[in-house]
């Protein structure tokens, strides 16, 4: 149990365009989910923390009208990288919680971003 | 920031030696977490230690957590190949506060 799929898993697009990546639980309601994002040998960064129905909370440096998160139902998240640029290539990772328990993050495979 | 440090960054061990890996983080925690990581793919959760906890065990994997000194332990046990990854170590802050913090992690590459 406690499965969480990202889709897709690579994607390469042109600079200027928007790129949209999918973030599920599928068999959990996630009351919770995180986006992070992780450069080469570094380590997870948190870009924002995403509560289903309502606005996402963005840590400070992340630019929220760059970074579109909708989370628009318990299983599913999204990530839009609006107009996006060579530096935004990079791997893009969610997790879901629960909400209950010691608040374990489950982790999707990733999407490595690249934009040429 | 509460990102936590790890050391070493990279370690390199031969098959069936243990790994210790170190993670040092700043403030009060209520849970602090392993996650191991292959290259390339998403996170893995190993185990969750709490902070009135000392040591936990999970297989051949041991953790220990100092809350006087900010710092936690990662004990591999009789390592494989397969145990070739990154590891990291991740701090909540508050209970129901699901907000984690990884560490800087850890290559780990077990030589067959």
């Known amino acids: 149990g406690a499965v969480v799929s990202q889709h897709p898993s690579r994607v390469i697009c042109k600079s200027g365009t928007s790129v949209k990546i999918e973030c599920r639980s599928l068999?959990?309601?996630?009351?919770?989910m995180f986006w992070y994002r992780q450069f080469p040998k570094q380590s997870l960064m948190l870009m924002a923390t995403?509560?289903?129905?309502?606005?996402?909370?963005?840590e400070q440096g992340v630019e929220k009208d760059k970074f579109l998160i909708n989370h628009a139902s318990l299983t599913l998240s999204t990530l839009t990288v609006t107009s996006a640029h060579p530096e935004d290539s990079s791997f893009y990772i969610c997790?879901?919680?629960?909400?209950?328990?010691?608040?374990?993050?489950?982790f999707g495979p990733g999407t490595r971003l690249t934009v040429t | 920031s509460q990102q936590g440090e790890e050391d070493p960054q990279a370690l390199s061990i031969q098959e069936g030696e243990n790994a210790t890996m170190n993670c040092s983080y700043k403030?009060?925690?209520?849970?602090l977490q392993w996650y191991r990581q292959n290259s390339g793919r998403g996170l893995v959760h190993l185990i969750l230690?709490?902070?009135?906890?000392r040591e936990k065990h999970s297989g051949r994997l041991r953790v220990t957590l100092d809350t006087s000194k900010k710092s936690s332990s990662l004990l591999i046990t009789a390592s494989r190949a397969a145990d070739t990854a990154s590891y990291f170590c991740?701090?909540?802050?508050?209970?129901?506060?699901?907000?984690?913090?990884f560490g800087t992690g850890t290559r780990l590459t077990i030589i067959p």
């Open positions: 403030t009060s925690i209520n849970n």
């Open positions: 068999d959990f309601q996630a009351t919770t």
């Open positions: 995403s509560n289903e129905g309502s606005k996402a909370t963005y």
């Open positions: 991740a701090t909540a802050l508050n209970f129901g506060n699901e907000k984690l913090t």
């Open positions: 230690i709490r902070s009135n906890e």
């Open positions: 997790s879901a919680t629960t909400g209950v328990g010691d608040y374990e993050q489950y």
